[in-house]
């Protein structure tokens, strides 16, 4: 399975974005989902998850009100909707694919190579 994320850019506080993280299998709606950011001398963090049986979605305390995540599974896509973002928003963002969900990094078994996002102040 390979992951393409995309949609990263530079964005103004309060700004939006979206990110887009398409699937090379067509199988994609048989993979829980997530998305993770590492930010500049940071750990990797757990941003948000959807389950893949019941689109059942997952987000990071911090995250919550603030990001959206889905998916097309007829696109083989998950989106990552960002609203109100402040300049600690400010990392590499990846999208992972695993059997399960999960808010750590290791059932996930594919990963993105990341698309960077940064939020002026």
């Known amino acids: 399975v390979q992951l393409q994320a995309s949609g990263g850019g530079l964005v103004q506080a309060g700004g939006s974005l979206r990110l887009s993280c398409a699937a090379s299998?067509?199988?994609?709606?048989?993979?829980?989902v997530a998305w993770f950011r590492q930010a500049p001398g940071k750990e990797r963090e757990f941003v948000a998850a959807?389950?893949?049986?019941?689109?059942?979605?997952y987000y990071a305390d911090s995250m919550k009100g603030r990001f959206t995540i889905s998916r097309d599974n007829a696109e083989n896509t998950v989106y990552l909707h960002m609203n109100t973002l402040k300049p600690e928003d400010t990392a590499v963002y990846y999208c992972?694919?695993?059997?399960?969900?999960?808010?750590?990094?290791?059932?996930?078994?594919?990963w993105g190579q990341g698309t960077q996002v940064t939020v002026s102040s």
């Open positions: 992972a694919a695993g059997a399960v969900v999960a808010p750590s990094a290791r059932p996930y078994k594919y």
């Open positions: 299998v067509r199988t994609f709606s048989n993979y829980a």
């Open positions: 959807i389950n893949w049986i019941d689109t059942t979605t």
